[in-house]
């Protein structure tokens, strides 16, 4: 049986690039900067959320059809994965050595070893007190990790053959996703009285960078691939799915301070970003916006941007570069454009070629 490679799904990749950029924003810089977009930045840690989702979806649009056909070699994949993930994660911690050393300030001597140990492993996402070790976004990477060991045994899973049977089943994930964060705001475990994104709990730790509560997100998005074969690429419901969940997303946003920041951070907007995800992928003029050349130039390199920006910045910063240079007056802009330079720039001299060399290597 033949399996045909899927068409590329350009508008995704563009939408990476607004996604990557919204988690450099939310890190550096004030939200009241971008006007009515400050919603959206003050909330930008969704954009991890949606990451993780959208990492489900275009694995199972890749590879499920090959894993139901019985010809995606576990072994395989999780080489070609661990190639297009390592040597981006590898730079980050070098670019993020400086780090090590306030590291072992804010930790005891056994975490801290521990944290030295886990994180080129990619597990330090699993104990909460060390999941932003070293590299503070990477936590992501022990979840991906974890998912990507997941993937050929989930793609290889039946789906429902009817699409009411579908949509029962995303919704059940939907409610699964949410558990997690209801949980924590019915019980409280940290006793914080109404927690937010400056807020720190070892169970709000845990919710938030474990990749337990995140595994619902990215098995919706693995199943969201079988809703979206359903669908035909042109039909205008498309891009009614997709406007109602960026509309839905905005106004969800604009109320962000008023909604539970637990469940918001995760398994609550699990059907938003579907929507999002069934509207890009189809053939619309919402598509075509997001599928513009230098959006996805700069999605391409997203995960560049995403995995290196925090260290970077804080080595341009704690450097003086900026200021020997006289381009210190031109903060944060002048900042932000070197992180999407040295993303692309990273993208195309680090990531594609050691990904190429590594895969004839070890047979991906």
Not at 34 to 54: D, Q, R
Not at 94 to 116: D, K, N, P
Not at 353 to 362: H, K, S, Y
């Amino acid at each position: 049986m033949e399996v045909t490679k899927p068409a590329r799904l350009d508008a995704l990749t563009g939408l990476r690039c607004f996604a990557a950029l919204n988690i450099v924003f939310f890190h550096f810089s004030n939200p009241l900067w971008f006007g009515p977009f400050a919603p959206i930045v003050n909330a930008g840690y969704v954009s991890v959320s949606f990451f993780i989702m959208l990492s489900g979806f275009v694995l199972a649009y890749n590879y499920a059809e090959r894993a139901r056909a019985g010809r995606l070699d576990p072994v395989r994949f999780w080489k070609a994965r661990w190639t297009r993930l390592y040597p981006v994660y590898l730079l980050s911690l070098i670019l993020g050595t400086r780090m090590l050393f306030t590291e072992y300030r804010a930790h005891s001597h056994t975490l801290f070893v521990t944290g030295l140990v886990l994180t080129p492993l990619l597990l330090q996402g699993w104990i909460p007190k060390i999941a932003t070790f070293w590299n503070t976004p990477a936590w992501t990477m022990s979840a991906e990790a974890f998912f990507y060991l997941l993937f050929p045994w989930l793609a290889s899973r039946r789906r429902p053959s009817t699409l009411r049977g579908l949509l029962l089943l995303l919704g059940a994930l939907w409610l699964v996703g949410i558990v997690p964060g209801a949980l924590y705001v019915l019980l409280s475990p940290d006793h914080i009285p109404w927690p937010n994104r400056f807020s720190y709990g070892i169970w709000l730790q845990a919710l938030k960078f474990t990749p337990l509560p995140h595994l619902p997100g990215f098995v919706f998005g693995a199943f969201l691939a079988s809703l979206d074969a359903r669908i035909p690429r042109t039909s205008r419901l498309r891009l009614a799915v997709g406007l109602a969940g960026f509309a839905c997303l905005y106004v969800t946003l604009m109320h962000e301070p008023r909604l539970p920041y637990a469940m918001l951070h995760d398994g609550l907007l699990i059907p938003i970003f579907g929507a999002m995800i069934l509207g890009l992928a189809g053939e619309n003029t919402l598509s075509r916006f997001f599928g513009l050349a230098p959006l996805v130039f700069v999605g391409e390199a997203s995960y560049c941007l995403y995995l290196l920006h925090f260290n970077l910045w804080n080595l341009l910063h704690q450097s003086g570069i900026l200021k020997t240079l006289g381009l210190a007056r031109f903060d944060p802009w002048i900042s932000y454009a070197l992180l999407i330079s040295i993303a692309i720039a990273a993208f195309h001299l680090v990531e594609k070629p050691a990904q190429r060399w590594l895969r004839t290597r070890i047979g991906a």
